[in-house]
């Protein structure tokens, strides 16, 4: 029989339904789950135990009495430091923000209370989740990166101290370390998640992230997470569908778009390899598989992106660089300075590139029902001073366009490997249901074999 | 303030760029940011290779 900790959200949150689980139970589990792997693996920075465990039990007691708060009520959420919790320190990872305590919930962290769930803890980021690397380490091997910014939530999730964990994404920060730990990562349509009350990077490339181990959980968590905010000026006023639903209806066979140029250039051989033959896999199973080409904006999207998160960085941090430049590492310090030197009409042509990518990237996507390329043109790197590439996931960030990443297998090496799919704006509902039909497809489920 | 061409190479972006640095923060400093100047030079000279479409406003918020 699994243990508590072992169980995906949507497993935890029918078992408590149920009442064959005890909220307690499980957040126990997860705590003493923590206790065993946490020393080497460095993935949390704060956790309340004493909280947790008193939420847990009221949580326990309105079960008892079959009352549900929502979907995720008994389930604990990790969230990446950088997301406010009232009273608890949101430190991002940083000297400059060692001391801050918010005094109210980023939107995020309300949704998920309201919908039942318990905060576990805050998991490690890189410093500002930028590019300076952080203490984890990637139970796959501990010499190789786990990836960043979202690196402890990645972790948390791949070594199950938790279910589902909050990251973000600015260049590829959520969906690269999910790739590099094996588990399942979904950055939505920007604008789809508030980020009010996350500690910025870049407002407008800035995306909330959804680490998970399964597809189903990534739906879940999406549910709970969306919605228009009227605090948050990049919020989306689409409605927010039914995204399970959705998902249940697109679960099937799909057409499915290859962009070869530039992805079997960049990859390494094994990982463009691996590519094929999942593709091959998906084909068999009756996916329609056509070559795409990318637009011609494509090339500079790239320089795009680096030259807004820079001056946008620069912009938000610019009194504490001021004053305690010292205090910041050495990547994230000199993203800033390099932002600061950059004229402001060459920052709006690059705002203006931007939005021409999208409606470039809309037109490619919209040939078929999903585009997919490798997560990442090589596994996680043997060298614990970098962060991994995030040159896949950027087009789709600076686009804004919805994507998932669902691991697919591991190299010769025994690292994880994995595939990215991306689909329309604001179509999370059939880009999950293709991801739920790939998943299915190819049957793979990573867990790292001394944290299983 | 930094002082640039559309039509700059990527080195005379990069002396522009490393100018404003050592004005701003010291030569020590500069010659610390040569990769990343390198790097932004190399950005920004790309980016000044596209001609947007001449009604193309900015997308702040996608």
Redesign the interface.
Known sequence: MAQPYQLTVAETAQQIKDNQLSPVELAQSLLERIDATDKELQSWVTIDREEVLTTAKQLENEAKQGHSRGLLHGVPVGLKDIFYTSGMKTAAGSKVYADFVPDFDATTVSKIKEAGGIILGKAVTTEFATSDPSPTYNPWNLEHTPGGSSSGSSVAVSSKTVGAALGSQTGGSTCRPAAYNGIVGLKATYGRISRYGVVPVSWSLDHVGILVRTVDDAALMLQVLSGEDANAPGSASEPVPDFRKQMAEYNRSPRIGIPVQYYQDKSTPEVWAHTQAIVKQLADAGAEVVELGLPASFGSCHSAQRIVMNVECAAFHEQFHANQAEDYGPRVRAGMEMGMLVPATKYLQAMRMRRQFRRDMVQMVDQVDVVLTPTTPAPAPADRNTTGDASYQVPWTSSGLPTVTIPSGLSEKGLPLAVQLGGLPFEEGKLLGIAKWCETVLGVQLSPPNYS | ??N?KPTDSVAEIAME?RL??AR??GEE?AM??ES??Q??A???W?????T??RD???????
């Open positions: 303030m930094v640039m760029l404003q640095a701003l923060w400093r610390e940011l990343y100047i790097q932004t190399f950005q920004l790309e980016l000044g290779q596209e947007p479409h193309l406003e900015p997308g702040f918020y996608q």
